[in-house]
């Protein structure tokens, strides 16, 4: 990295790199409840608040006998299409210059992976990698050709700067352009891992990615291996936070791999984390996985407090808190 990140960070005064909490659906946290394994399938796992809607989504499309693929899709829509989740789709936090670019990628139970980075004003991203996987010989793509290739695949052109979110955005530029109040806001990704009732898996996700970023700036999130990574035999694994860390560390990539060796989700987690410790910036920023095995075995670890993730099954539905490393 040749600017270093903190200096970026500084420069911008983004007090922290903003990988906060939602409160979108705060009355349906357990907090005493730090890690969980569960064997149980069908079962659905998300990041943060938003991703208990996504996940109750997916699951009933799973206990309807959907595909595990439509499941990851139509469960991410669900936090694409609410404007109230500033961190993805539809009303999500714009770069500096005022234009809402979106991530996201998808990837099946066959090892086949879609993505689109950059997107314009398309509000499912998740859609268009799904179709970047199924129509095109690609993986990855980009900027105008992704939205000229959602277009002409039946996507609409729609605004993705909500007026509430421009009056925010608008006050970010004129205020000495200083980063929004994290306390207040939320900013960060829905990944999403659903195992189906016969052990298959996929996995998914959608971001609008880090609030105010330099124009073209692209996270974690359009990255297979960085964000996301689904192995059908062993496991899959996401990740939410500091993009450009887990992009470094191939985080996803990672726990899988640690899985496949024998790690159980919650210690291939741990061994992620514990590759960021060499940033000296490690006690700044956030990153936070998910991860599941093939038996539904699941977890989730963050080097941080305060990482939130869903959790559904058929006898379970909560949002549970993420166990952390740096204690204080
Ligand atoms: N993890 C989302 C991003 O950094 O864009």
Redesign the pocket.
Known sequence: MKISRRKFIQTTSVISTGILTSNVFPEKLTNKIKYTANKEKPLVIATWYHGLPASEKAFEILSSGGTVLDAVEKGINVVENNPNVHSVGLGGYPDAEGNVTL?SCIMDSNGNSGAVAYLNDIKNPISVARLVKEKTPHVLLVGKGAQEFALKNGFKKENLLTPEVKRIWEKWKSTNKKMHDPVKNNH??IGLLALDKNGNISGGVS?S??AYKIPGRV???AIIGA?LFVDNNVGAAC?????ER?IETVGSFLIVEKMREGYSPLEACKFAIDRLKKYDDFNSFQVSYLALNKNGEYAAFSNKKNFKYAVVTTTFNKVLESDYLLKP
């Open positions: 991530d960060d990704t971001t990615g880090w996270g974690d999130s964000s990740s939410t936070g500091l993009g887990a």
